[in-house]
């Protein structure tokens, strides 16, 4: 299965939940991919979490300044993201694979304890 954690309807409102309940700021998601994409396109369906998700973050230069569609979210560079993100806000990193180098690259450009969880 390509995205098992999309297909589990009942994780997925779990998922979209625990986000809701871990953050007091912003969201901010990190990978423009078609994960992201469809967990968020079921958060516009149920018109729940989209108001507090500022931008997409991703590495990819051919995706920074465009949006991503359906959702209509900015993509930005992680360095707009160091300039803007404070110790209120969220961080969700659409594959955990990349969780920890997520979180190293935040503590090596803030002097902030940022919280930093994964989607699936």
Same mark, same amino acid.
């Given at each position: 299965?390509?995205?098992? +954690?999309?297909? #589990?309807?009942?994780? *997925?409102? /779990?998922?979209?939940?625990?986000?809701?309940?871990k953050t007091?700021?912003n969201i901010?998601?990190?990978?423009? %991919? *078609?994960?992201?994409?469809?967990?968020?396109?079921?958060?516009?369906?149920?018109? /729940?979490?989209?108001?507090?998700?500022?931008?997409?973050?991703?590495?990819?230069? *051919?995706?920074?300044?465009?949006?991503?569609?359906?959702?209509?979210?900015? +993509? +930005? %560079?992680?360095?707009?993201?160091?300039?803007?993100? *404070?110790?209120?806000?969220?961080?969700?990193?659409?594959?955990?694979?990349?969780?920890?180098?997520?979180?190293? %690259?935040?503590?090596?450009?803030l002097n902030? #304890?940022?919280?930093?969880? %994964?989607?699936?």
């Amino acid at each position: 299965m390509l995205f098992p +954690i999309l297909t #589990n309807l009942r994780y *997925t409102k /779990r998922k979209k939940s625990s986000i809701e309940k871990k953050t007091k700021g912003n969201i901010f998601f990190w990978g423009g %991919s *078609t994960k992201t994409l469809m967990f968020l396109c079921f958060c516009h369906q149920k018109n /729940r979490l989209l108001d507090s998700i500022k931008y997409i973050v991703d590495i990819d230069v *051919t995706k920074q300044n465009h949006y991503l569609q359906i959702v209509n979210k900015k +993509i +930005i %560079s992680p360095k707009k993201l160091f300039k803007i993100i *404070t110790k209120k806000d969220l961080v969700v990193v659409s594959n955990s694979n990349y969780l920890s180098e997520v979180k190293k %690259s935040i503590k090596e450009n803030l002097n902030l #304890n940022i919280k930093c969880i %994964s989607l699936d």
